[in-house]
């Protein structure tokens, strides 16, 4: 380890002190932790402002009026008016930026339509007919079973959801039973996959606690350097 | 069935620009005009996410005005949210007019404030996701609360590289376990969450469901 | 010759005389119609205070314990009586006549009468009728219904301990006098002859406290409704029992020998300084009514009505002498009534103790056993890898695909994870990326995430110092795209014209790493670093019909594995390489030789990961075992109960 | 047209179809029950506890954009507020909604003020707060913390698109002792609700609120609608594997593989 700028070791010691005071959530609630987190919050709201404006306000709303085509002039022209409408949310005339919201809104429901379709419908129900193998030469009987068993997961846990009873009002939520059966199968592999997927947000977290205490001891051995060259 | 439009306006814009949009996803002569929507659409996410932040700003700012015991908090984040629109100004300010690269000194900002914080909070994960973990069967005692519990254990000693490598079998457990029952299981939440997507989606785009205040 | 002894001082006076010889008090009389009416002979009986209203006259609890007839007394059903049947719950003889209406009238016509026959007596001379003594302020009232009577006028009747009370508290004759101005100049249309509420009582209902307007007067109904509602005989069982208790505590005074009950007379309290709060003190003044009668310096049983205790709306005007313990019961019930519409702060929330400590303990533990392995840094070389690692085909993809690499091809890579997943990934990707820039590769980094470009930036940076990249030279930032699956369609179809400039301001095209490149396909790599398998799976599903898949590789956190896995295991396979979490990225350095981070960090993870199984294993199973115990407690003791 | 966009749009017209035809053809007595789900039911408990203690419930609605499938989470999460805003119209504090996106924040303030306006309670001095409390995931998980931190919140619902600093969140409520009700679309983040949460909602359960809470006839319809598309994928599962065995593959690979 070598010596470093001192901006660089300022830096550094003002990440060493806000990894301290964020440890200290675990004692319990405390002003420092909450004066870290205020200060997190001002600076990533203003980073994020800076990056809208400079990545998307400026190449796609100011910049087309003067250097853009004719079509994206008139694009950039017409987006002025809902985009003006939007700051009235904040206004005590709040009901006039509802038709911007609106676009939004209809933008986002149609996204999550036409995304859950072609991005997760049809991928996955192509990926459950893919998992079945043929007995094929090559294929195993161990791959074929894993293959019907990742099948039977697929459709039992989607029939666990399945939110109807009985017809008749009044009757207590009874579901039928072949219904109620394969539901049970389908909630052993529910719990099997939050299962594998908590112990990878596990590993996430601990990589990130390892990364940490890292930091720590390196910028311990760099004041060292730094104070006691 | 009976809808009463508050704000007609509102809900045909919704139901107008959501068929286009959709439209654009399966009819391929639809796909500019989506394109044209999705870029309208980034913008006034961008123009709404600037109001936001006034909005986030004008909250604060009255909260430091009543003074309990959040009030100072309120002040720290106004100074730290002005202060950083400060140096993001002048770093585009130079990179406009000077051209010189800009966003150094925003980026020293993200470096050794943003970032050691937000991995720090993370870190701090480990701790509540044991605790977690480990007071679960307290709360729930049925069979699926101990599979889920063991499979956890499972996948932990599974991804274990050292002190193991004599039991073998262990990491080939945590293999098949994510790649056929999780898979499954996974590959079903996900069919289930599309059709509840879907549903959701479609009760937008006919006007039954109207948040924007319709 | 029978004699009357004076019920005021006791002396006695030989039959026939009106006034008792030593102390001028008016003695009662033997008139039998008189008795009748009010069973006792004492003229306190009464002789209750002028200021109170009749009713509430009747409650004064002095008084009302006289009148208890000694059980011969049928025929006039006194309001105590009424009072009694109201305790008892049964139906008060006529009081409980089926119509409201006419049992009011029946109340009404005692205390009317009561007062016509003391006016009469008063009008003739101011002798005092047998038991019926009313001060002449209480006939003047009478008077004052047939004419109309200047203030002044007034003032001059007024009986001289009132007009006396007057000047030393300076207060009643200003209110009086105002309430006469206000009384006589808006005729009262409510006030009718019969039935109407004597204008002093109006005046003591409604008093108007210093510094305020005054108080509209207290609205009579046309049949005195509101009178009979607020003294209605039928007292709530809580107030008649204070009755009750409030009788036992006072009816200990004196009164003349011989004619108090013997229970009564046990009850009297003995006499000591009386400090009764809010009222001036009055040394001269010696009680010559009720059962205090003779005992100096005690409450005035004619009281002024406690001028502060008067609220608007609803509150009744008179005193009630109430112990201290009832006064609690009726401020604890007013307490109760008004925090109805207060919402209540919920008081601070103490954690629990046990979740604390076993909060530290864990921590305790994972951050000393971690803390412990990263300084003493792995000991002896690398940890040799598990089986599991050699088996995972996804990082030697990887390895080959970048492998088959020359110089001066670009690669772009996609930096799409959180700054809190920074330490995982960064690890992760550090040996992928050295071997890129081993390969004297141009590097291009996008990103749909707002904080992607600075995090790209700092990856260069500190990861990868020891190759000083620069940007223009070596590689280019292209920032920010935003629009998530909309802004990966679009720069996959036209990424010129999506991103016309870099991330630093500078023009992107034009710099040598970009220079040939047109469109997606174009690129030698595509690389997407995510913690989140949707992102992971957006950016698949956008850019597949733009490049081809066996240029599409991942580096994928590890609570993205599980979800990302598939696209790398299926057939036909939609991404060509994949390296998962620290164990992934340490394979990859395994291949290349050259151990980066992940190498670092892996003893210390697989240490954290040991002490977590054993907390998460024996805290799992005692808090099992615990909730088992719980549970079948609590099917004892249903089944029990 | 390719074959994969028609078949999209034949499901699209299926789906509405068969909405429209479950609310038309509803029919009171024999209204179908729906399974019992623990979390809709202890949110009703919640919001009695509420109204009872005099104390405020808060609902948290993720930082999902609008611009993308997480959409569909935050849509799932305003309903879940409208209905809980008209439920708690009694109680002294209304509900405080926080959020992570600034078009989320619009509407949900939209929603309180529609909603309020429509039971009256719109005067009442303390209204409902939409805040935006953070931008980036981690600062609005950290700014949420300081208002499930407030004494007088006693319970969290938190309905909306999470990664996996809702742990953050659910540790937050535990340590207050209040209840939290959560629900997402995101994997992982469902993991970590399973695990920590007092009443998770598992998979697509979330889209279901409408449903539970508010028993509107376009959503009952829709959760119909669900459970008969659940049954055509599998049947179309099976008749791929079907065909698959036979050799016959190609067929749903080209139905289903390209979509432009």
Redesign the interface.
Known sequence: MSPINL?DF???S???L??LL??S?????NPLF????????????????????????V???FLPLFTGTRGERL?SL??FI??LF??M??TPL??A????????????????????????????????????E?PTKSSTIFSIL?GL?????????????????????G?T?R?RPLIKFLGKI??????????????????????????????I?DYLNQMQIQILP | MNIKFKTPFATAVAIGVGVIVLAGYFIPGLISLRFLFLRAGLVLAAVALIVGILNLFAVHFRKMAQNDDNSGYSLILVFALIATLLIGFFDMFQSYMFGQPNFQTISWLFTYIQLPIETSLMAVMAVSLTYAATRFLRRNLHTYAVIFFFIVLMVLIGTLSIFTPEVPFLSQIRQWIVQVPALGGARGLLLGIALGTIATGLRILIGTDRPYGG | MAEIQCPNCGKINPEGKDVCDSCGFPLPSQSPSINQETPSTSPDATDSPPDLPSDAQDLTPGEAQEDIPDGEDEGDEGWLDILHAAEEGEEPGDLQTPSEEDEEKKEDTDWLKRIRALDVEEEKGQETPEGETFPTWMSEVEGEEKVEKTPSEEKQELPDWLQSEEEETGEAEPILSEKDEGETAPPEPAQEEEGHFPSWLEEEEEPSPAGEGPIQPFELDEDDEVIDDLFDEELPSWLSSVDMEKEEAETGDDISPGELPGWVEAMRPVVESSDTSGLAEDEEYIENYGPLAGIPSVLPAEADIDQTSVEEGSKLSFELQVSKTQKEYASLLENVISREGKAKPKGEVKPVATQRVLRWLIAIVLIISVGASVITGGGTGNPSPAGHQKDDPGPAALYEMIDEMEARDTALIAFDYQPALAGELNATASGVVNHLLRQESYLAFISTQATGPSLAEHFITNTQSEFEYQHGRDYINLGYIPGQAAGVLSFSIAPREIVPIAFNGANAWDSPPLKEIQTLSDFDLFLIITDDPTTARMWIEQVNPYISRYKVAMIVSAQAEPLVRPYFQNSPQQISGLAAGLPGGWAYEELTGSPNLSSVFLFPLNVGIIVTILTVFIGGLANGILNLIKQRKNKEKRGVS | MTVTGFTGIVIIFLFLGSMFFFTLTRDQEKEKNLRQIPAFRRIKEVIGLTVEEGSQLHVSLGRGGFTSLQSASALAGLSILQEIIKASSVCDYPPVATTGNATISFLAQDIIQGTSKAISTEGHERSSVGELVGLTPFSYAVGTLTTIRENRVSANILAGWYGNEITWLTTAGERQNSPTIAGTAQLPAQAIMYASASEPLIGEEIFAAGAYLGKKPMHVSSVKTQDIFRWILVVLMILGIVLKYLGMHDIFQSILMGVS
Not at chain 1, 202 to 212: F, G, I, P, T
């Open positions: 901006s300022i830096g550094l003002l990440g060493f806000f990894t964020v440890f959530y675990i004692l319990g609630d909450r004066l870290a987190s205020h200060i997190f919050i001002g600076v990533t709201a203003g980073y994020v402002a800076i990056i809208t404006i400079n990545n998307v306000l190449p796609r709303l694009l017409m987006l809902p985009s939007l700051f949310k904040i709040r009901k930026g509802n038709w911007s919201v609106a676009i939004l809104v209809g933008i986002g429901a149609a996204s999550a339509i036409g995304g859950a379709i072609t991005g997760t419908l049809f991928p996955q129900l192509l990926g459950t007919i893919n998992s079945f043929t894993n068993m990742t099948v039977l997961g697929t459709m039992t846990t989607l029939i666990y959801f399945h939110f109807g009873t009985g017809h008749m009002p009757q939520a579901q389908g909630h052993f592999f529910i719990a099997v996959t939050l299962g594998v997927l908590f112990a990878g947000v596990y590993l996430s977290a601990l990589s990130a606690l390892v990364e940490r205490l890292s930091f001891w």
